[in-house]
């Protein structure tokens, strides 16, 4: 049974981003956090993409806010 369109169009999508990943290798983070937006994209979950949650899903850091008020993600990414 043939693919419709979207579906084409998807797998081709995810397959065109796992060859950029595949080519930051190099770059964990930087493939790690395209991979996650990418997801998250081709999922239809565009708010769920946030300092909070690319910092907590993305760069491992903690769930807990810090007690300083700062935000979760340290300056240089800022």
């Known amino acids: ?43 239809g979950e565009v708010d769920d993409l946030n300092e909070y949650n690319i910092a907590t899903e993305v760069l491992g850091r903690s769930k807990t806010k810090p007690e300083s008020g700062l935000g979760i993600l340290p300056t240089p990414f800022r």
């Open 1 to 43: 049974m043939p693919l419709d369109a979207n579906t084409q169009t998807g797998n081709a999508e995810r397959a065109e981003l796992e060859r950029v990943v595949e080519a930051l290798a190099k770059w964990p983070r930087l493939s790690q956090l395209l991979r996650y937006m990418g997801e998250k994209l081709s999922a």
